[in-house]
Nanobody, 124 residues
Framework: QVQLVESGGGLVQAGGSLRLSCVVS????????MGWFRQAPGEEREFVAV????????RYADSVKGRFTISRDNAKDTMSLQMNSLKPEDTAVYYC?????????????????WGQGTQVTVSS
């Protein structure tokens, strides 16, 4: 069983930064493609960023490209999302997800394992 725990959410003013972390336990972390998704109230869960097993390939949603950076440390079983130049429209619950795959996975339906989510609120 894979367990994912997010941290790092909070309240920040527009233009500020936050760093989210996701710690994975239960299986060999390096076997998993890892993704970040977010869900605002009344909205569907949407793709934010993904990083492949050894970090050789990343992809971002157009809405966060150039502002967010996904990374992973396989030695520490941890994935991170550095979020800069935050906007009010970035406000959502952010989830990390894991799937044993070599592919770049951008749909939430492609992931089996999820964290509990961390709230990010950006004030204007």
């Amino acid at each position: 069983q894979v367990q994912l725990v997010e941290s790092g959410g909070g309240l920040v003013q527009a233009g500020g930064s936050l760093r989210l972390s996701c710690v994975v336990s239960g299986r060999t972390f390096s076997r998993y493609s890892m993704g970040w998704f977010r869900q605002a109230p009344g909205e569907e869960r949407e793709f934010v960023a993904v990083i492949t097993r050894i970090g050789g390939n990343t992809r971002y949603a157009d809405s966060v490209k150039g502002r967010f950076t996904i990374s992973r440390d396989n030695a520490k079983d941890t994935m991170s999302l550095q979020m800069n130049s935050l906007k009010p429209e970035d406000t959502a619950v952010y989830y990390c997800a894991a799937e044993q795959s070599v592919r770049v996975l951008t749909s939430p339906t492609e992931y089996h394992y999820w964290g509990q989510g961390t709230q990010v609120t950006v004030s204007s």
